[in-house]
């Protein structure tokens, strides 16, 4: 079996693919319990004129495509960010197994910063749940695009 690091470049390697997009680079994979890659996606809610086009819902869409089911039973998701209110639900409906982020999000993580909408006891569903895996990776990625961004907005 890969290790949480080998899945976690492939959603880095999305990251960097939404990056060149224009988007905030955030990438996803999931991975099923053979430790086949079954989805993949990066951000994309301003190019697909779409507010749910983060990374980790067009992943699960990805999956559920390919599998030919929206339940994801056995499934890990490897994201570069902590998940959303949005995400966290979305990953609770498919009952996946595990998520394992990468950098933690301050302001809307609801894994570690915010909440922990995932150890709540009234959800029917149980996901593990690991942080920090290559987190320096996708905290200098998420860096340099806010800051691109930023310098972008003062010669402007």
Known sequence: MRSDEFYMHRALDQARAGLAAGEVPVGAVVVDAAGEIVGAGYNAPVSGHDPSAHAEIRALRDAGA????????GCTLYVTLEPCLM?????????????????????????????????QPWHNHRVEVEGGVLAARATRLLRGFFAARREGEEAG
Do not use: Q, W
């Open 66 to 73: 390919r599998l030919g089911n929206y339940r994801l039973d």
């Open 87 to 119: 995400c966290t639900g979305a990953i609770i409906h498919a009952r996946l197994a595990r998520v394992v982020y990468g950098a933690a999000e301050p302001r809307t993580g609801m894994v570690e910063s915010k909440a922990n909408l995932f150890a």
